[in-house]
Every structure is written in structure tokens, then in C-alpha cells.
């Protein structure tokens, strides 16, 4: 039977964040995750942008858990090897109503202790934004909004924490909490029992499932959905910073942003849901961003599009962010209500549940050997030319280019699958490299991930999912015992 | 960096980049060289199993992998050298640069300057010199990525040699390529799920026609079992009968538009003689699955391209191809600075198939797609040929030149203008229509005086027309020999009972 100290169940953004932080201390740290890959809810669909929580409920957990965290990214980026850009927002109002709620998003952001939103005057939002809509009266400007890769991001946490000796169980549902004299004892799940001395319910989506487990069903995740579109960073018509509508009593509303990667990103809606597993994107959901969106910045141009994509908020009713722990259930830690600021909050998060847990009596040894920073897979295509050469020189596989809208080598893709968390799947090679994630969709690169994923491997093409287990790419061989031609041919 | 000189340089193997290699060849010049991402040569013919190539070029029927094969031996036999398994990542033009540098540096350079700043730049301090990527709006690049390279540096070649290619591959490591000229043929790619926005949710199962095509033609994967085909595109239909000799069952093909879009001889081999549905005013509207595509809705579309709701229906499937256009890839001709035609997503071209930047050509479905291989062969002969002759210094020198405008039912004429020279030729003027017409005038006007009027059975958006005018016929009155007043052709083709 496995053993371990801290077992975090849910490995999206928040569980890998709480495993790295707890990979300083001298304590053994599990994460248990029904899927095949790290970061494969709430985490992979969402608008990827660092908050500073202007805008958040002031005084509460929310607040001050994004207003901790976004300080924290710039050095975090460097040390986990991902990228990251100071772009900066801007909330420009076209009319009357909208103008006259400024002073009223400024105190709130003040009363969420933001204290350098500014005024800008329609002039200069449009020297900043030149694609702004021209009837823009006045706005504000945001300037600690941020970008980041958030498919990376959890990546990097993940290793970051296996690195420093947390271990990871994927493939593995839940279906218990055990208890043992009102303290955790361990849970069951269908890859068997795991005795446990703390657990922490990062399970996002699936946290009211879980919190049922310990008895403590006092609230419920009702999902609420975000479509969202990406174009083409070949699109003419883009924009500098992430570019906020003023919200309104009902929702924060839809922005257009550029994406770490130079795409420009385009939603969401927030439709409220009762299927935790309804990620369809709707004809009628993508016309509202389109209208929304033409609001804002009238040029854009939905024709460049390249992807829609549907994500789920992990909402909950009652609404907030919310750190629990229970005398009943001793050494367990209950998270719920993590939503948009999610990926914002992780940092601070993971900080602010390992004190929790050392409150609760956990050892508190800090690992003199903790490795901090993190080397990501080679980028090739941001090394200069002579560094490609160079890397070409030592492995010949960087010199195979397999995805060209990204230009994405065979030599990194062998890499994502020799990680220490490794890429088993398409959706996990393209969430590591961008392969697929390009213009074309895969349709050059698709057939030739497939093929190098089996033979690093070692499976048949058959066995290769798009992520989780039963989303098989392909059905067999066309005729049984030929020579693949593709297989040197990738 | 492994440097290769040359005097043309064409970028892809495909039918497009072979015919204009062995165009080039024939001309004189001591270098032509292709190089090629795939290992061996034949483009996207590699995997076009059917037969129906050849019947215009060759006069006989061939499949793809051996209409290639005869431009391959006539390549080998022209001694065009070919550099396999290598990537492009970068082109640049010599009018890129020096616009690029004039831009920069805010004053006049002559073409030395500007040549040797280039073969420097990269060891030069970065805001006075050009950089291989500023002339373009290719991808945004890190600041600093391209910094700190020094051997990129040498002499500058003589003569016009100043366009750059920059590629990459396994044995050789980075390559520069300096080029007297650049053909372009990098072909197309199809078109997504994306591009449309076809909403529902993202399972494993949806596939790009061609992506599938080569899964079972030269990987021997099949992609599914009960297949839906969106989009009448040639590729679409052949794949219809391709997966169904392969034991799938296709259940429909599903077209958006009132008529078929690609070649009616591939409806009746692919669809009809198969049994095979074809749902014309139809599309998919949702596609359904958490994991492995389980089926999508279909419904009829109004005339406005609009699903009717009451007509949705679930069509149950594993697998999703999608056949619905095809985009001309220039991503390599943005970042040269090529200036491209909005219609056709391809560069702007004259009947030399020259582009914006003198010395870069392009010819097949970089341009703008074509239905077929036979059509790409013989324009990018004519493209390959000129390459050879601005390598030479042999172009004919152009005083003037003539906007080629799309008129009453035409979607864009290809080439987009005619350089005015004094060389007497046949020039074609390829184009197509945006409605089928069953009886149609063709006709060409210039400056208001129509040159050519011909007569078609039938007109079809999916089978490209063309008309080919005298370069005589274009002298243009003595009062207006200027580039001024370049004056203009229009096609126009008018329905005819």
C-alpha cells in the first residue's frame, strides 16, 4: 500500500502549485489526478492572464490571495523557466453610462489595494491601442495585468515539484476519504487504497464530490462556461494589452488580448451550467463574442480565426474563494470557489495552504537542497540562428522541424516525452510545445506527433490518445504487416 | 552556418517546385536547387494514390505518385540538385532589404550598402542595421533572439545575388542559401474546424481531409470506421472513396453551398459509383464527444447559408474530414515582405509570375489554388523560366503595367497584372467564377476595347477558366506609354442561354 505525508488530489494549476511549495519541506507529497496529463481542466481552457484583482470582491480571500500572488510571477516565471509579459490592461468606456462607472472600478481596485490603475484619456488609449474602437471617451489603465502561459505554467510546477521528490499518480479517480478518529486517514481510488496524513481537496471542478467524501457537502460547483476564439498572429488587426470591457451587474464581460505567443485571444462568455463535463463551444455563444468583441476593437477580424474553445470556471454556489479546514476532519484541507483568478491565485495559494498545514502540525523542515529553478525543453525556435546550429550539432533531431506553423523539432517532442513528467498523449505534446497549436490545427504536424509519440513509446499508433483514455487518434493499420513508409518519414 | 550559393533556389518539391526547377534548368543556368522538407521529392502528389493526373500535360492518366515521377526524372536528368529533409524558416528579397534599411535608417542606401549591411547584420549593433526578419510581418520574435549570431558574416556575392534563404536540417545544421532568385512553391494547407468556428466540443476523430490521406496512403494508419465528409472538395471525395475501399463506411458527404465544389468527374468516381450521399445546402452544426468523436448534427442550410433548426439531424460517426478549401501557405512570402493578394491569399504575381520583389517568383498553389496538377505544372514552367532569365539578367524589362480586374461573376483573375514589355507572347489569364452558369460569354476588356470574347457550356466555381490574349493586343495608345497611366484588362463572363 502507498504511504505518503501530504496527498493533494487534483492536479490542475492549484494542486501542482501546492505540490511544488510543499516540495520544500522534508515531506513526503502525492498528487492523485483522474487524468492522463497535469493541468486537464479549469487549468488548460481560460483567458491566461495574471490578475491583480482590481476588480475582486475587496476584503475578501479572492483579494487578498491575487493581490499576494501577482507580485510573485515575474521571479517565478524566471526561476520555473516559462514565459511571461508585462502587457498591462486597459478598461476604455465609449459611452456615457460606461464613463461615469469609472470612478467607481478605480475605488474598488483601490479598496482591493491596487493603487496604480490610472485615468487615460481617449487620446492616449488610442496611441496605445490604435485598433480601439475611436468613440472611446476615457478609460483606465491596469498596468500589473499580465500574460503568461498557463498550459506551462502547471507543467512547471509539476516538475519543479517531481524535481524536489513530489510524485505524481495520473490515470487514478477517487472514490474515498477514509477517516480515523475524526482525522484523515486515507482515501481509496481505482488504482487502490492510499494511506495518508493530510489531503488536500484541489479538485477544482470535482471539489464538492470530494468534499461529500469527508461529509462536507455544504455547497455545490455549478460551472460556468467561457467560450473563447484565437486568431491568427498573422492577423491585421491586433492588440497591445489586454483589452477589458467595463463589466456589468451580470458579467466582467468579453476581452480581446494578445496570448504569450503573439495570437490574439478573444472571449469568454460565462454561461452557467449544471454538466461538469460540457465543453462544446455554440453557434450562438461564438456570435456574442463576435458582437461584443466588435464593440471594443471594430476591425477584428474573426475570419484569421484558428480555434474556439470552450473552458469551465469551477463556480461555486455559495459564490467565493474559500480555504477550509474542519475540526471534525482533522489534517484536511478543503479548496473550493477558485474561478478566473485561478492560475493568478495558484502562487499564493500554494503558500497559503502549506501554512495551513503546518498550523495543522505538519513538519516544517525546510529542504536545504531544494532545487528552485526549473530548465524547461529547448525552445528552438527562440534560440538565434547560431544557437539552433548549435543545438542541431549536439542532437540532429532539433533539425527535423515537425510542427511548421509553430516551428516545433522532432528534438523536442523526443524531449517532452523523456521528461520526468512525460508527454503521453497529443493534447499533452501540444500543451509542452505548441505542436498543433498553430495555424493548421495539426494537419501537417498531427500524423507525424502521432507517429513520434508511438515509437518514443514504444506503442502502436492505436494506443496514442488526444488525452484521455478513449480518445484514440487512430483505428488500426490499413493493412496488417506493411512498412510504415511515414515512420522514417515523420 | 553552412552556406550554398546558387543561381536559382526553389522552395518545395511538389508539383509546382519540380515543373519550375526543370523550367529553370533548361534555361542555362549553372544552379538550380529545390529544397524540400519531405525526404523525397513529390509533394502532396507523394500521397494522391488516384489516378487522373496527366490529362492535359501528358495527354494520358496518371496517379499522383507517378506524374510526379516524370518531373522527378526530368529534374535528375536537367541536373537540378535538390536538398532533401530541410525546412525554410526565413526568405528574404533584396527589395526587402533595402526597404527594410531605408525604413530603419531613415535615409538612402545603395544597393552595396545595403547588400553588405546584410551580410553583417547580425554582428552589427541592432537599430542601425537590417535584421533578416524587420522587412516582413512575420512572427514577433523575442527581443534578442536573433542577436549575438556572428557567423553570419561573409563577403558579398556578386552580381543580384542578394536573395537569402534561411533553412534548417539535420545533417547540415542552419543553411543560408544565397539565391540570384527565388521560386516560391510551398504550396497550400487546408482549411480547419478553426477557420470555420464549427462549434461543439473537441474530441479525438476530426481530421483534415489530407491530414487522413496521408495517414492511409503513406503511413498505412486508418483514422476511423463510420466516416461524415464536410466540404465537396476534390480531396474530400477522394478520401470518400479511398476510405471506402479501405472497409470504412462513409455515410454522406456534406456540402454548405447549392452546388459541388470541386470536379464533377470526382462526384461521379468517387460518390456516385459508390453509392455514396451527397447532401448539397447542408452542414455539420455541432460536433459531439468527450473523447472520441460519437457523431455530429447536420442540417440544411437556407440561402443564406444559415442552418434551418427543424431540419437538424444526428448523424452518428467516429471520424470528421473535412474537405472545405484550401489557403495558399505564405507565412515565408509575409516575412519576405511579398505583398499578397487578399482573394486568393497568394502573392500578387505578373505573367511572369513574378511578385512584389523582383527577384522571387512563385507558381502553383502558393499563388492560389488550383484544381489541377496539370495547371501547376505549366504556370510554374513559366515561372521557373523567368527566374532563370532575372538570374541571367535576361527578363524582359517592363515600361508599364496593367491591373487585371475581376468583373461581372469573377471571383480574381491570377496573374493580377501584365507587365508592359516588348516581348510578343500568349499571356493566360487564369480565373475563376463565383457562380455556376450553365452557358456563359467570356470576355476580356482593355481600356474599354474588348479584346477577346469566347463562348463556355458551363461555368463552375470548382474548375478554374482561362483566357490567354496576345501581349500585341496590349500596346497601349503612344499618348499613355507610362507607368502612369497603366490602364486595365477586365473578365467578365455574362450568362448566355
Known sequence: MQKTDVLIIGAGVVGCAIARELSKYRVRVLVVDKNEDVGGEASKANSAIIHTGFDAPPGSLESELVNAANPMYEKLCADLDIPFAKIGAIMPAFTNEQFEQLPAIKEKAFKNKVYDVEYLTAEQLLEREPNLNPCVKAGLFIPR????????LVVAYAENALENSASFLLNTKITGISTNNGAVAGIETTAGRIEARYIVNAAGLYCDEVAAMVGKADYTVNPRKGQFYILDKNTSCKVNHIVLPIPTKLTKGKLMCPTIHGNMLVGPTAEDLLDKEDYATDAAGLASIREDVSKLIPDIKFGDAIMQYAGLRANRNPEGLRVDTYDDVKGYVNLSGI????????????????????????????????????????????????QQDDVIRKNPLFGKVICRCETVTEGEIAEAVRRPLPARSMDAVKRRLRAGMGRCSGGFCGPRVLEILARELNVSVEEINKNQSGSYMVTGEVRAGKVRQGAQNA | MHEIFCDVAVIGAGPAGLAAAVSAKKQGVAKVLIIERDISPGGILQQCIHPGFGLTYYNEELTGPEYAGRFVKAAEDAGVEFLFDTMVLEVSGRFGWESGLAKNSGQESSQADACSAAWTSRSAPPAQTPRLTQAGSGDRRKPGS????????????????????????????????????????????????????????????????????RLINRQNIMPGKRVLILGSGDIGMIMARRLTLEGAEVIAVVEIMNYLTGLTRNRVQCLDDFGIPLLLSHSVTRIEGAKRLTGCMVAQ????????????????????LLSVGLIPENELSLGAGVKLCPVTGGPIVNQFMQTSIPGIFACGNVVHVNDLADNVSAESEIAGSAA?????????????????????????????????TNEDAKIKLYFRVQQPYAGARISANYNGREILSKKAIKVNPGEMEYVAINSASLQPPLHSLSAEMPGEIIISVEKEA
Open chain 2, 146 to 213: 536573433s542577436e549575438g549570431d556572428s557567423s553570419f558574416s561573409g563577403a558579398c556575392p556578386a552580381g543580384n545575388a542578394v536573395n537569402i534563404i534561411i533553412c534548417v536540417n539535420k545533417s547540415v545544421g542552419m543553411a543560408v542559401v544565397y539565391a540570384k532568385s527565388i521560386v516560391l512553391a510551398m504550396g497550400c494547407r487546408e482549411r480547419t474546424r478553426g477557420n470555420l468556428a464549427l462549434p461543439g466540443t473537441r474530441p479525438a476523430g476530426v481530421y483534415t481531409a489530407g491530414a487522413a490521406q
Open chain 1, 339 to 386: 474561478r478566473s483568478t485561478g492560475i493568478t491565485a495558484s502562487a499564493a495559494l500554494g503558500k497559503y495552504v502549506a501554512q495551513t498545514l503546518i498550523q495543522m502540525g505538519m513538519p516544517a523542515e525546510f529542504k536545504a537542497d531544494f532545487i528552485e529553478k526549473r530548465k524547461g525543453i529547448i525552445r528552438f525556435h527562440e534560440l538565434s540562428r547560431k
Open chain 2, 301 to 320: 442550410v437556407d440561402e443564406n447559408r444559415k442552418p434551418i433548426p427543424e431540419t437538424e439531424k444526428f448523424y452518428e460517426c467516429d471520424t470528421l
Open chain 2, 388 to 420: 532563370a532569365h532575372y538570374a541571367l539578367g535576361l527578363l524582359p524589362q517592363a515600361f508599364g503595367s496593367i491591373v487585371c480586374v475581376p468583373g461581372n461573376n469573377v471571383r480574381y483573375v491570377c496573374p493580377q497584372t501584365v507587365a508592359l
Open chain 1, 145 to 152: 495585468e499580465y500574460i503568461i502561459d498557463p498550459f506551462l
